[in-house]
């Protein structure tokens, strides 16, 4: 029997997880909500948002849905895993209460700090004047992060007091992102990696690690953004570091969830740093991130249904296979972004993109106007190369970037310039 599949969300990482999804033998039906332009190729597009958790469960119990898998944080924060729960419905995703890891940056800080997990040292405020003073007294650069949930936005590397209080002004003064706290870490330097984990409980199986760019432009300049481009594997990171990684920070934090009662059931992200000092943390993630999805689901040749299953169902995980080719991605965004940007602008070139082969194209923010793909994002596209070895992975990628035509779009030319 094949089954029906429900995939919530309509980025890119959730286009990545319908194009692997469809590899899936065991795989019939995908439907995605609310989808894109792009995934309406692989997936029937229901148009329900993805907190619209009420809606989304009465769907999947009226189309007899077999799996639902949840794409982005906001689902995950507003309940969704317990409502389909409590409907008897299988979903791939944490409880609200564990998705806590993502949606307080103070409870992720907090949890590392009581179980030993190596991070910045941190303070976290609710008051402008203290937070300022606090600030004023130690050293720059500084790390401010908003406590809530802010789309990838919420943290800023101040330089000297006048940025510093600028950004708290936003997050505490002005609640440009709502109502919130404001944790400040130490600056850490190094590499940075993202280790993403399947999870059910104390139990962690690793997937294999990427890397993204959240500079705007070339060179690591520019404001940060959600991710302009992602690689996988990161060379600059060792057997021994990933070994240290899982054993000391992504089990114990597993573990630790447990002992918290809201055990972790999903992918738990880890943005980790090879500092001198060894891997700190940065910051963790209740879901797949994006855009390094786009860069590792692609490389995974075990049959993602049953890895999905295995963490609903809580039965044997299959053996994680992994293909040898590295996969590189551009991410083209719309003039402005993370700013103010246009949308609309008409996009030419994708078959002849996708038709030179050891490529694949995730939309991440299209939609279709008079029976062409249009600009409807920020981020709008990836596009994926894959080959043996990164820079021929590159090297694909960027010859399909060059097919595309839009008169509103950019791209970062240096994804993977740390390594290449």
Known sequence: MKHKVLVVGGGGRCHAIVDALSRSPKVGKIYCAPGNAGIAAQAECVPLKDTQV??????????GIDLTVVGPEAALAAGITDEFNKA??????PSKAAATIESSKDFAKRL???YNVPTAAFRTFEDYGEAAE?????????????????AGKGVVIAGDLAGAEAALKDMLLDDKFGKGRVVVEEYLTGPEFSFMCF???????????????????DGDKGP??????????????????LEYSLEKIMKPVAAGMVAEGCPFKGVLY?????????IKVIEFNCRFGDPETEVVLPRLKTDIYDVFSAVVDGTPMPELEWSSDAALGFVLASEGYPGQYEKGHAIHGLDDAEA????????????????????????????????????????HALKAVECIRCDNLFYRKDIGWRVL
């Not at 999870?199 to 760019?213: E, L, N, Y």
């Not at 600059?236 to 570091?241: A, G, P, V």
């Not at 880890?270 to 060894?278: E, F, H, Q, V």
Request: hydrophobic residues 45%; glycine residues 16%; aromatic residues 10%.
């Open 54 to 63: 009420v809606e989304l469960r009465d769907f999947a119990l009226a189309e």
């Open 88 to 93: 008897g419905l299988r979903i791939f995703g």
């Open 112 to 114: 590392m700090a009581k």
């Open 134 to 150: 606090y600030v004023k007294a130690g050293t720059f650069p500084v790390v401010l992060k908003y406590d809530g949930l802010a």
């Open 199 to 217: 999870v059910d409980g104390a139990d962690v199986w690793p997937m294999t690690v990427s890397q993204d760019h959240k500079r705007a432009f």
């Open 224 to 241: 940060n953004t959600g991710g302009m481009g992602a690689y996988s594997p990161v060379p600059l990171i060792t057997d021994e570091d």
């Open 270 to 278: 880890g943005g980790l740093m090879k500092t001198p000092a060894g």
């Open 356 to 395: 030179l082969g050891n490529i694949r194209i995730y939309h991440m923010g299209t939609a279709m106007k008079d029976g062409g793909y249009v600009t409807a994002g920020g981020r709008v596209l990836m596009v994926v190369g894959f080959g043996d070895g990164l820079k021929a992975a590159q090297t």
